[in-house]
Every structure is written in structure tokens, then in C-alpha cells.
């Protein structure tokens, strides 16, 4: 759930409230009110409409709970998941160069599984 | 229903995931005027914007289009048809490619761009400013909450709710598409809170029957605190809390891996071994998902190195396949001026009994949406001289049975999601237990309809509600009826296939949900006549 809006650096822009899918935020003065928490459905798409790196949005979907300020600022997760994305690299910016490998990696992944469940079944016929 | 404000347009399209922006699109090329309204924000709203759909995607080349159509036709056990197949191949094949002005496309490792698989939030975020660009106006935080029909019986229109002020705005359209997604019952899967299937409830309240409603035994499996996309997954290993190893068949296995996980979580906590996983993936997971990585980042847990807690997340009609019914080649439903497209319909015309996710469902939420887009904008012309006088014809929610009194919400939403999500329910469906699911569905949609009343923001989230209810009655009537095992529905007191039941099930009605045979479909080829 969104846990931190980080007012050292929030702008007061408020496009995270329009960016919200479930309405979790209203517009305030200068910091946004996280005002419908149970909402939140932890999808992270505030962190990446926010230009500033000022939300944090904690991993547990019930879990509302940030580590306090300095931590946080000090944390490096702060936008992580923006620079990650390359969220505003130019076009050509070469940031999804390795998303044609999603496919074949997922394959490999239940073909390991297939492989090793095959196997197990041969050594207990045995 | 009285509206405070007023707006206009040839063609409306409800919802703002893919299938909603495609109509749109497709709408707006024809020269017409279009409203979406999204009861979330266009672009970061839906299953499409947090996931990362990987189209059906065959080059136009005959061999490699007939195999896959084999393939495809054989998953499908019969409910699917071949010519949609090759409608939804040809026009994601042709329109991918036009989101390139907005979108990153990455390198096909081959010097071109890599097109058919596109991350969520960068394609959602394309296809916004590609519908901007094509002139379509966008409402975010306006949902639908009910279909208005004018004395012709042609759909006219919606209410729907601006949710910042919580007035009712009324839109008239000269024709109107669904694309609200599906329903996962709020079981927490990624991206599907706004997703409680309200066009289902909406068209149903027309006169629309459903379509493969049963097919709904869909999970993914997440870390236990929050539903992540996949990727990392397929390759565990799984071990109880003593640690030792859990017999699991391996993902390929389809209903036996979810049989065998569902049976030891509803024993206790498993845990997840990510160490099988290849190789490369750790150092690549950040550059394709970063969003799964932030979810065990920030819980300080190593995912390829320490074991997690997992559970399975129900995915409903989402990847499931089930939806409005489509009665043309327009992606038209049964009721006049009303379009369906994306996981608001069936899919089992590409999909069958098979699940429509992992490359069927976007091709098909994408050329749905063309389709239904194009033709709405050439029905619209017709609906611009329709009659002033409309109906709204909401009632759940809206015009309570009974007396108005406070409902249990809470309570509504966790009984519908148990008696359809529960691992014990769906892995092991049953007559004997699909009966006593529907006797306690039966008891939270009198409660709904007999006494919620509401307005604003509340009967918003009372129509989710009463939409919810109606889903899981119609997914449970619909199992009741497939008395065999065929594709997603599985029964396990009748593991075979029945000759008998080789066509699609259609379930319709609020009051009285019934279930009937569609006619069967057509034969894939022509039957030689003997001479
Ligand atoms: C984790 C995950 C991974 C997937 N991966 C793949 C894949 O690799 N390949 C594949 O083919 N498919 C995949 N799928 C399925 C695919 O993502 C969907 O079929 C597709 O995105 C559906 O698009 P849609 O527009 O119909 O629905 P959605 O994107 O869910 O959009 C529905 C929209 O309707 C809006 N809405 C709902 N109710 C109302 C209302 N009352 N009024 C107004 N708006 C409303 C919502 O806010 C939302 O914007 C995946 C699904 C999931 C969950």
C-alpha cells in the first residue's frame, strides 16, 4: 500500500491523484491526503506518475507501515522503480531491450519444473 | 436519476484498459465523436497497465498461421472458431505496430524492434496519448453505473459518477461499448481492483446473456503479501514450513499444479525455492519486471535466495474466458446499440475452453476493440436521430425490492469471493458443492437487491457489489450445468468429456439466473455430404 509521501520533495503537482487507478489520494494544499487507503492496490503506478521520486509504496497489500524520512531518503527506493523502468528516457532510449527474453525466460522456467517433476517420478518408480 | 450534468458523443466506450483504448481508436479513425469514460485513470487503470500482455502474434505467412490456428483450435475443444482466430491474428499483426509513436519499443535482438510482447504502464500510457491524438475525449474517475435505453429499446447511453464530486453525469451516445475487463471478485490479483465486472451486471440489466462463465478456474501464484506478475515463478521448487519438499507438478500440468498447491496452502504456509530459476533471470528480472523486484526489495528478501511465502490469486473471468455474449462479426451483443470487446466478452470464440491468457486474450482485447470501435462509428450515424425520451435500467443498488436498510458489504464481497475463489471450491468443483455455493450466492443477492440503496460514491460501491454477486452466480450456474470436464472447468465428479455438451453455455438473468444451450457451433470444415 502507498505508506510515504515524502514532503521534502513533493511538489504539490498532484498527478499522482489523477494517476491513481482506485482513487486512493486527494489533492491537498501541498502534499496529497492518502485519504481511501483500503483502496490501494499496491500497483506502484503512483511512484512512476510522480516527477519528484517522493512516494513509497510498501510491498504488502495490508501493509501500510514506511520507515520514517531519513531512512527512506537514504534508502535509494526512492523513484527506484521509475529509473528501473527508464519511465523517461527518450523513446530509443533502449530501456525494454531485454522484454523479448520475458517470453523465452518463463518457458525456461516451466520446462525446469517439467523437467525436474519427470525426474523425481523416475527415481521413486525405481 | 437525476443528472447534473449533461455530455454527448457518437460513440461512448466504458472502461480504460486495452480493449477500451483500441475502441476508441478504432471508433475515431472513422471520423466520429468519442467519450471513454474509466472508472480509474486511462492508462494506469485495468489488468493491461500492471501486466505485460505477450500478443498472438504469427507473421502473415500461411503455414505458420494455419499451425498456430490448429494449435489453438485444438485448446479450444470444440467452442472456438477458426475464422475469428485468423481475424484477431491478421489485426494484431497489422495495428501493433501503430502505438511506435508513443511506445519504446526494445530490440527484437535482430535489429528490429521487438513488438509482440509490451510492458503495462509503457503500452497503457501509449495507447493514451495515441487515443488523445486521434482526438477522443477522456473522463478518468467516472464510472459507469447504468445503461439508459430509449423507446425503441436501442441503448442510448449512461449514468455514470464523476467521483470527485459525486455527481451524476448523464452521457448519451448514438452507440455504446463495453470494455469494463473482468472480474477477479477483488481476490487482490495485480491490477484488478476496478475490475468487478460492472459490464457484465450493466448489460445483463439489458437483456444480454453471458457466455463460458465456467471456464473461471484461473490463478497465478504470488508472494502471500501481494500479487506480483509471474515471471520468476515457473521454475519453483515448494516446501511447508518444516521444509520439506512439496510433491508439485510442474506448471504445464495446468489443473493438477493448482490441485496440488491449493491442497497444501489450505494445509499451511508454503514456501517458494527460487534457486531452480535460470540463471540469467536474477540479473535481468529489474530490466523486464522492476515492479516484482521492488515487491521483495523493500521486504528485504532475496528472492533467488531465500525462501517466501506464496498463495494463489484468483484471476475469475479475467484469464479466465468467459463474458458478454457477441452475436455477430461486429462484436455486437444481443441487445441493440450495445457493443462488447476485450475481457468484457466471452472469448471463447478464439479461446474456447481454454484460457484466454498468455497471448489469446490481448489479441483478442485489441481486435475486439477495433472491431466493435468501427462499428459502433458506423452505427452512431443511425443513433443521432434517436428519440429525446430514456430509461436508465439499473436496479440493483438503484431500486431496492424491499425495504432500504444498511447491508453487510464486507460480509457480501468475502462470501462471494469464498464460494468462487475458495482453493477447496474451484479445484474440487462438485454438484453437491457447486448446489450449497449457490444457495449461499442465491442468499447475498436477495440481501443486495432486495435492500441496497444508494447514490454518489456509495452506490458506486454498491453496483460493484450486486456486480460481483451476479458474476459468481452466473460462473456457479454455469459449472452446475457443465456436468463434464472440459478445458477450465473442471469437475471432479465428472473428471470426462460428454459428446453431449460439445457447444457453449449461456447464462442470463438477475432474478433467476438460468443456464441454456447455445446452438452447437459449427463444424470446423464442411462435412463431406456422402454420395
Ligand atoms: C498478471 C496478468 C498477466 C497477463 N498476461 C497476459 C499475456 O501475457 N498475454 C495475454 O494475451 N493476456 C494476458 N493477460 C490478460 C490480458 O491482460 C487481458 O485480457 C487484457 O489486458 C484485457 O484488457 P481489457 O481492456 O479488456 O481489461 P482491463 O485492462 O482490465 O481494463 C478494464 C477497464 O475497465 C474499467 N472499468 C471497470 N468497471 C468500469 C465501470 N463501471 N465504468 C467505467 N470503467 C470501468 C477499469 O477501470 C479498467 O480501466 C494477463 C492478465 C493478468 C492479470
Redesign the pocket.
Known sequence: MIAAIVEARCTGCNACVGAC?TRVLEPAAKVPLIARLDACQTCYLCELACEADAIWVAPGEDDATAPAEPVLLASGQLGQVRRDHGWNAPLDGGQLDDYRLLGPLLREGSEIAARRYAAGRTSEAR | MIASSFLRADVLV???????AWAAIGAARQGVSVIV????A?GT????????????WVPPDRAAREAAIARQMDKAQGLAERAWMERILDLTWRHLPEIAPFYPFGSNGAGGPYVQ?VRGPEYMRALRKLAIAHGVTILDH????ELLRDEDGRIAGVH?VALASGDVIEIRSGATIL????CAFRSG????H???G??YLMAAEAGASLSGMEFSISY?LSPAWAST??LPYFAARFFDEAGRELDIPPPDAGHSHLQALGRAMLEGPVLADLSDAPPVLEGLLRRIQPLTAAAFDRRGIDLFRQRFAVRLYG?GT??GTGGIRIVDRDCRTEVPGLFA????ATRELVAGASS??????????LSS?LIAGEAAAGEAIIGRQRPAAVRGLGRAGFHPRRGTRAIDRAGAISTVRDRVLSYDRAFWRTRETLESAGHDLESVWTEVADHASGEGRDLVEL?EIAAMAATARWCNAAALARDETRGLAVRADRPDKDGALGHRLLARGLSQVEVIAEAPVQPREPQPVAA
Open positions: 487507478p | 466504458v472502461g480504460g484498459g486495452m480493449a477500451a469514460i474509466d472508472k480509474g486511462m487503470s485495468g489488468v493491461t497497465a500492471t501486466g505485460g500482455p505477450g500478443h498472438w510482447g467516472h464510472p459507469a453505473i455514470a470494455a469494463t475487463g473482468g490479483l495485480i491490477g484488478s476496478t475490475q468487478t460492472d459490464g497465478s506478475r509471474t484471476e479475467i484469464r470487446a476485450g475481457d468484457a484466454g491468457g498468455g497471448a489469446v486474450n490481448s489479441a483478442w482485447a476493440g453496483r
